[in-house]
T-cell receptor, first 114, second 110 residues
Framework: DAGVIQSPRHEVTEMGQEVTLRCKPI?????LFWYRQTMMRGLELLIY????????DSGMPEDRFSAKMPNASFSTLKIQPSEPRDSAVYFC????????????FGPGTRLTVT | GESVGLHLPTLSVQEGDNSIINCAYS??????FIWYKQESGKGPQFIID?????DKRQGQRVTVLLNKTVKHLSLQIAATQPGDSAVYFC?????????FGKGTMLLVSP
């Protein structure tokens, strides 16, 4: 089992550019979560999907952030335009439907916006 | 790895000692409490969980204690090893989602 796969692992971009983060969840998992981790705010839930449908996006900071899940094996988190305060590590996690407290995290994408 | 520990509470122990990591939670309605371990450069990894109607649960070298009266959760690691060095997060589950605490860094010296 390859686990949750995220790409890219590192992204450095200039302010104002569009950034797209990608995630492949574990096959058969019904839930997919996007988190952001910073020193100041810790690990924050941005949005989560159940069976490819967005359920709660109340953690998305603002309209510059959007997430999609076109199918069960792929999700994207897009930031447009990016700002320096978006610099963080972004994690994708997936979980089986029944025990959604046991989430499996990907390795994360470290985003630096200059 | 990720520099998530610069402002975190830190627990330093010697190899072979027992470690106790504490956590206060806020939501009395949470039905599960979970501990995650995050090593440098990696995503959090599930360690152990406890249901809200229990007060103790044991795993391999780890024990979680839940005190609902004071909303306190603790993780005990027996015979701590250098490989246990990481940031440990407690999390509480609401409806389908987890709320994570700020984390505690555990440093184990050989």
């Amino acid at each position: 089992d390859a686990g949750v796969i995220q790409s890219p692992r590192h992204e450095v971009t200039e302010m104002g550019q569009e950034v797209t983060l990608r995630c492949k969840p574990i096959s058969g998992h019904d839930y997919l979560f996007w988190y952001r981790q910073t020193m100041m705010r810790g690990l924050e839930l941005l949005i989560y999907f159940n069976n490819n449908v967005p359920i709660d996006d109340s953690g998305m900071p603002e309209d510059r952030f959007s997430a999609k899940m076109p199918n069960a094996s792929f999700s994207t988190l897009k930031i447009q335009p990016s700002e320096p305060r978006d610099s963080a590590v972004y994690f994708c996690a997936s979980s089986p439907g029944v025990s959604s407290y046991e989430q499996y995290f990907g390795p994360g994408t470290r985003l630096t916006v200059t | 790895g990720e520099s998530v520990g610069l402002h975190l509470p830190t627990l330093s122990v010697q190899e072979g000692d027992n470690s106790i990591i504490n956590c206060a939670y806020s939501n009395s309605a949470s039905d599960y409490f979970i501990w995650y371990k995050q090593e440098s450069g990696k995503g959090p990894q599930f360690i152990i969980d406890i249901r809200s109607n229990m007060d103790k649960r044991q795993g391999q070298r780890v024990t979680v204690l839940l005190n609902k009266t004071v909303k306190h959760l603790s993780l005990q690691i027996a015979a701590t090893q250098p490989g246990d060095s990481a940031v440990y997060f407690c999390a509480e589950r609401g409806y389908s989602t987890l709320t994570f605490g700020k984390g505690t860094m555990l440093l184990v010296s050989p």
